[in-house]
């Protein structure tokens, strides 16, 4: 039992889906809302056969546009007439079928006809036999009628105005037996051969080498069809204009061959479009053209050579299994789709993501198509829509089935870890495993500049609450970008692009993401003002190197993690840069080549890197993301009274404990120009003044016995034109006194 109760849990998705669904589908079926999808089917694969040969068997002789102008009157006389069957009646046919109503002489010429009526035991004439008597019903023609050769011409219309049937044989309101005239002209035909219908059941005869068996109302796609009388499904030889037809003015004028009748089934009828006698056929509808319809007597013509095809060469007629047969069927393409997407649910990502997933599902979608369509060749007309439904329906459901699974778990976990780890965790063999592996990944770090110094001057609630807003913004931004957050360290992030998934553009979609989340401060700053706090400014380095990757720690705790030189030389570019600024390294423009925009470069030399690198100063993107950042030009301004300052270097989170004094000679909005107060005592200080070394600077009171709170910047340059030492500065944190007080200066200048 607990085998069984394994096994069972180990395809609940496909045990419960398939027979669910296929129940679902097959009551859609019994209501009808399948129905016109199922002929639509029908009809496609009635177009997608290739076209058959012409039956020269049966042969039209039409009444067109040209003949009804060469008469010079719609309706066609009964001399007319008694002519055209006299010249087909001598090259002997076989049988002649006349598509006109004759009730009523239509004179000159009426005495003729009859003659030709009654000394030509193979012509058949119509009657309209279905519906209301006296409204609906048309006679036929007496003479013939008491000769006994006539058959009904009605045609059964599907609810979208579709003719797929056609009637062989019926009861009319007096319970008599009435052949259609397609059938008696089919048997007129095969008696010379000796081939006549024998009964093999009450509702079934066989007529040469076919059975023939009557239409049902849930035979093929029909649902609860009208089934009164023997009807068959007409198996169509092609199109409208398939059949050999010829004219009148043809036939009269003795424009065909002397035998072209001869040993054939002639239909006389209408084919002119003033006729009104045109019906629409599963050829009809087409996507790139209008639809074409056929004339009520090649509709005839079609049945008839069913008929004969049948008999004498075995042709299929259409014919489909038992409901409780088809039902087995849609069962059999619901476990099919349930089953595929359980086992893809079921194999690790990167099969369900590959080619291989796409491959099944094509070749699910082509087995249905091919195991519908080839039977259809023969004759048989398989539930196509419904099996279509079961399968999608069931490939569906245990997909959201699996995805809800998986849910329960991603919205667990998914509070500490990204998405994609997530993912591999739970879906790849190897994700829960220990270790790592080597691969080349673009790293990503960004940090808030002087956030820290900021922080601490904040309430808790207030740091805890500016963080939390900035860094869901910039999640935001990151996943759109397929980036992995390794970490969230205070106002920094770590965020890898090619782990765990790796991708052909890992450090494209690195500088794309990094632009963004520039561009997105925007919008962070707008509501931070809101707030009445000072803006954020952030930088961010970008690096692509060879790391290991993977799961680290131990079985009680693991953390998934980037570990190798490239994460800390990531981190020392992202140190170099100021607000607004992105900076990557060589190696990461090249990977990213060429649609990263370059506006500036600097040589450096990191701590721990034992030879100088060069890294590039980002400004935008091209195709596909087509992003850029603002140019923000800093205009200097001299100030009348020069600032005097001291200043400290900083070596990482170290500060010199020796101090330089000095001046700030010109204010910008967001930098100043630092002078050094003496040339030949600070030498020594100015040559370590390097480009990009950040700096702890204190304002003074004029007599210098003051110094203000502590505010930083970073050097950008060296101005190479001064007499004495002035480096162009930009301020990375500034105290809310001093922030005030350099707003001061700078608003009096401006304004003077």
């Known amino acids: 039992m607990k085998r069984w109760q394994r096994k069972f849990w180990q395809w609940r998705g496909v045990l419960i889906t398939a027979p669910s669904v296929a129940a679902i589908v097959l009551l859609l079926r019994l209501t009808g809302l399948l129905q016109a999808w199922e002929w ?54 076989r049988a002649i079928g ?38 609906d019903t048309v006679a036929p023609p007496p003479e013939l009628a008491a000769l006994g050769q006539v058959g009904a011409n009605d045609l059964v219309v599907d609810a979208d105005n579709t003719v797929r049937r056609g009637l062989l044989s019926f009861e009319d309101g007096e319970g008599n037996a009435v052949y259609s005239l397609s059938l008696y002209l089919a048997l007129l035909y095969l008696e010379p051969e000796g081939i006549g219908p024998e009964g093999v059941t009450e509702d ?35 199109a409208a204009r398939t059949f050999e037809t010829v004219s009148f003015s ?81 069962l059999l393409w619901s476990g099919a789709g349930a089953l595929l997407m359980w086992q893809f649910g079921q194999s690790n ?29 023969y004759g048989w007309w398989l539930p196509v829509v419904p099996a279509f439904l079961a399968a999608t329906g069931s490939a569906i459901s245990v997909m959201a089935y699996l995805a809800r699974s998986a849910g329960d778990i991603r919205r667990t976990f998914g509070r500490y870890l990204s998405d994609e780890i997530v993912t591999t965790l739970l879906e790849s063999p190897e994700g829960q495993k220990l270790g790592g592996e080597r691969r080349e990944i673009t790293i990503l770090t960004s940090d808030l500049r002087g956030f820290t110094a900021t922080s601490e001057r904040l309430p808790p ?18 996943a759109r970008y397929n980036g992995t957050i390794d970490e969230f360290m205070g106002d920094g992030i770590l965020i890898l692009f090619g782990a765990p998934v790796q991708r052909v553009d890992d450090a494209k979609r690195a500088v794309a993401c990094a632009i963004e989340m520039q561009l997105a401060m925007d919008e962070v700053n707008k509501t931070v003002r809101d707030w009445g706090l000072a803006p954020l400014e952030m930088g961010i380095g970008i690096h692509t190197g060879e790391v290991v990757v993977g799961n680290i720690g131990s079985e009680k705790r693991t953390k998934y993690g980037v570990v190798g030189g490239p994460v800390n030389l990531t981190y020392r570019i992202e140190s ?51 992003l850029s950042l603002t140019e923000e030009k800093e205009i200097f301004y001299t100030l009348p009274q020069p600032i005097p300052v001291q200043f400290s270097l900083l070596q990482g989170k170290h500060i010199d404990s020796a101090m330089t004094q000095g001046c700030l000679t010109q204010l910008s909005e967001k930098g100043a120009l630092l002078t050094v107060a003496s040339p030949d005592a600070t030498t020594k200080e100015s040559s370590v003044l390097a480009t990009l070394t950040n700096i702890k600077l204190n304002l003074l009171s004029e007599d210098g016995s003051t110094a203000s709170e502590d505010a930083y910047a970073k050097i950008l340059s060296e101005v190479a034109t001064a007499k004495i030492p002035s480096f162009s500065i930009r301020f990375t944190a500034k105290p809310p006194a001093v922030a005030a007080q350099l707003e001061d200066y700078f608003n009096a200048i401006c304004n003077n």
């Open 349 to 377: 990502r990167q099969t369900r993501r590959g080619w291989k997933r796409e491959v099944g599902i094509g070749g699910a979608i082509a087995l249905l198509g091919g195991s519908t369509y080839l039977p259809f060749l």
């Open 40 to 93: 639509a089917a029908y009809d496609q694969y009635m177009r997608l056969r290739s076209n058959e040969p012409t039956d020269e068997r049966v042969v039209i002789v039409g009444l067109d546009e040209n003949d009804i102008q060469t008469l010079g009157q719609s309706t066609v006389s009964d001399e007319v007439m008694a002519q055209l069957i006299a010249q087909l009646k001598a090259q002997s046919p």
């Open 461 to 478: 609630e207030t740091v805890i609450k500016v963080l939390n807003f900035y860094l869901g913004r910039m999640a935001d931004v990151i």
């Open 204 to 238: 079934s005869w066989r007529l040469g080498r076919s059975l023939f068996s009557p239409f049902s109302a849930s035979s093929g796609g029909y649902v609860r069809a009208a089934d009164a009388g023997y009807q068959k499904i007409i198996n169509y030889r092609g």
């Open 98 to 135: 006349l598509d006109f109503y004759r009730d009523l002489p239509v004179n000159p010429g009426h005495e003729a006809l009859v003659k030709i009526y009654e000394t030509t035991p193979y012509l058949v004439g119509i009657r309209k036999a279905i519906g209301e008597a006296g409204r």
């Open 576 to 626: 170099f840069t100021t607000g607004g600024q992105i900076f990557i390294s060589e190696e990461t423009r090249q990977a990213a080549a060429p649609i990263v925009t370059i506006r500036g470069e600097q040589t450096v030399k990191p701590k721990g890197v034992a030879t100088p690198i060069t890294i590039y100063d980002v400004s935008g993107v091209d195709a596909p993301y087509h």
């Open 250 to 330: 043809d036939v009269l004028e003795e424009n065909v061959p002397s035998d072209w009748a001869t040993d054939r089934v002639v239909l006389i009828g209408a084919v002119g479009e003033s006729s009104n006698d045109f019906f629409y056929t599963p050829y009809s509808s087409t996507l790139l053209s209008l639809p074409e319809t056929m004339a009520g007597v090649e509709v005839h013509a079609n049945l008839t050579s069913q008929i004969i095809s049948a008999a004498v060469e075995g042709r299929p007629l259409i014919k489909s299994w038992s409901e409780p047969v088809e039902g087995l069927w849609i």
